[in-house]
């Protein structure tokens, strides 16, 4: 986060607008409309050191907004803050793609790209795999439900085992773990059966409707990035 946390809030915003040539009378009207967008005008003559987390990360937004940019970067705005400050956050966000300026917003949390995100990309090692509306990434796993079955087995044996039926796709499959996407739920007993028959204990069982997440670990894979 970039500011002087021996400065105000207010005097934080008008320094760094000054950078850009803003006249005063300019600067101070702005200052105060960003302060008020993102909850801090009660505060506006406090010093930054005596902010929490969440509220530096509100005023850090504030200052890339000060020059009203036509493009600002976030690079995971929400890390390491309370769940209001992240609501909070994220409205300012969408409000500011609303009112004209692009965001370019990077962030581990896939549920804040699924409210938030117009456009969204998903990266791994540095390149993008794919891209689009959370409705066209979705479709990159159907129209299906999704079945996450946790048990006490390895990936090798049941990845055979998984094999000898075509009326799921795999997404993935790791010790103890396998995501299947089926597209008819009344044939999950049959692969229960398959299961059962082939001494494999399951121990949990979760259905639910694709999302960022199960496109994400399609494209990716479960396996741990350092």
Avoid at 3 to 12: I, P, R, T
Avoid at 40 to 50: F, G, H, V, Y
Avoid at 53 to 74: D, F, Q, S, T, V
Avoid at 161 to 166: P, T
């Amino acid at each position: 986060m970039a500011f002087y946390e021996e400065l105000s809030a207010m005097d934080n915003l008008i320094f760094w607008g000054g950078l850009y040539g803003l006249s005063k009378k300019k600067l101070k009207n702005r200052a105060i409309e960003l302060l008020k967008i993102v909850g801090l005008t009660s505060r506006a003559k406090e010093p930054i050191k005596n902010f929490s987390g969440g509220m530096k990360r509100r005023l850090n937004i504030a200052i890339g907004l000060i020059h009203k940019p036509e493009l600002l970067l976030l690079d995971e705005p929400t890390v390491g803050i309370d769940v209001q400050a992240t609501v909070k956050i994220l409205e300012i966000i969408k409000e500011v793609g609303k009112n004209g300026t692009s965001v370019i917003f990077t962030t581990h949390q896939l549920i804040e790209a699924e409210k938030i995100c117009s456009n969204i990309g998903i990266m791994d090692k540095g390149h993008i795999l794919s891209h689009g509306t959370l409705e066209e990434l979705i479709q990159i796993v159907g129209e299906k439900e999704i079945v996450d079955i946790k048990g006490e087995f390895p990936a090798n044996s049941i990845t055979k085992i998984l094999k000898e039926k075509a009326t799921y796709e795999i997404l993935s499959v790791e010790d103890n773990f396998i995501s299947l996407a089926f597209k008819h739920t009344d044939k999950i007993p049959s692969l229960l059966d398959t299961l059962f028959n082939n001494n494999i204990l399951v121990t949990d069982l979760k259905i639910k409707s694709p999302n960022l997440e199960t496109v994400f670990l399609k494209l990716t894979g479960r396996s741990l990035r350092d």
